[in-house]
């Protein structure tokens, strides 16, 4: 899909029989282009349209570079997605002196917003400052994610350290909770890492247009884009608190698992060790001699039974004294 978005218009389909851009267009979107559109608007605009898999390349070399007076960028975005549950799609901006092409291959809400904000807002009336738009509800989008990841990992904690995961009734239920906690955190710690990957390459392209474009940057376009890469600078540290706290829960789940192990086999040592002495006993009286005092002694009965029952309390006394149980 191809549309021409200009200042103070909604966003239109391009006629691929048209032979020039819509008057006032600052911004080509491409979105999961078709071999048709892009033959079109590399005629049209003179640039080269790069491939899903030019934008997916990771080194640097690839998603930063300057081909004449056009920058051509890219970085992994996050489009539909869930506090636990996202998946990265790439995404490229082509730069020209008056026009912004953007190639994407799946909805992405801050395209969205932007372009809903070119239908009332003068003041985007240039590529450029789409762009920087764009780099902006990146950046607004990369934080309220990071806010809602952070209320997420404190529901974590609070179930870690005041749920009372080990309290529980039923080990059955503490165990489900358990894998819950844990199930999560490895949700959030993921998704934490793709926002992450998102920040960092919004920060990458909005330093390197700094460096490549600097002259070609208005006083308030230069400023916008210090302003992003200081916002990026501090919820990167923010992404890395969050991380550090979800490693700590993480330590802390995987203790209480290793705890309710610990409880488990402590339970099979007093079973073992209380139940051996009676069985001994049993073992005892229990032989086919003909020569055995109690068999004909009058208390042999109750004796063996009083000794038995013995055998097994007194261990139970001494673990009971150590705090075993």
């Not at 081909?67 to 975005?77: D, H, K, M, R, T």
């Not at 203790?255 to 073992?283: C, H, R, W, Y």
């Not at 003909?290 to 055998?311: Q, R």
Request: one cysteine or more.
């Amino acid at each position: 899909m191809l549309k021409a978005i200009s200042c103070g218009r909604e966003p239109a389909d391009v006629e691929l029989a048209s032979v020039s851009l819509p008057e006032g267009t600052v911004w080509i979107d491409l979105l999961d282009p078709t071999s048709e559109e892009i033959d079109w608007t590399e005629r049209n605009l003179g640039v080269r349209i790069p491939s899903r898999d030019d934008l997916s390349e990771i080194e640097l070399s690839s998603r930063l570079a300057k081909e004449g007076e056009n920058i051509y960028l890219s970085a992994p975005v996050i489009g539909a997605a869930t506090i636990e549950h996202a998946d990265l799609t790439p995404a490229g901006f082509i730069v020209t002196p008056h026009v912004l092409i953007t190639v994407r291959f799946e909805t992405l809400p801050t395209f969205d917003i932007v372009a809903q904000r070119l239908e009332h807002d003068k003041t985007l009336t240039t590529g450029m400052a789409v762009f920087v738009a764009l780099m902006e509800a990146i950046v607004d989008r990369g934080a309220d994610v990071l806010e809602h990841l952070a209320s997420a990992v404190d529901e974590v904690s609070k179930a870690v350290f005041r749920g009372n995961l080990r309290g529980s009734g039923s080990s059955k239920r503490s165990d489900f909770t358990l894998r819950h906690a844990l199930s999560k955190l490895g949700k959030l710690a993921d998704r934490s890492s793709k926002a992450r990957d998102v920040l960092l390459g919004v920060g990458r392209m909005a330093a390197f247009t700094l460096d490549m474009c600097h002259t070609q940057l208005s006083d308030g376009f230069h400023d916008q884009l210090h302003a992003v890469s200081k916002d990026i600078s501090s919820l990167s540290d923010y992404e890395g608190h969050l991380s550090d706290k979800a490693q700590f829960l993480l330590d802390a789940v995987l203790g209480f698992i290793t705890i309710e192990q610990n409880d488990i086999f402590k339970v099979l040592t007093i079973a073992s060790v209380v139940g051996v002495p009676p069985t001994l006993m049993a073992g005892i009286w229990g032989m086919n001699f003909k020569v055995m005092p109690e068999l004909n002694w009058t208390f042999g009965y109750p004796f063996a039974w009083a000794v038995i029952v013995a055998s097994g309390v007194v261990p139970l006394i001494w673990f009971w004294k150590r705090g075993w149980f």
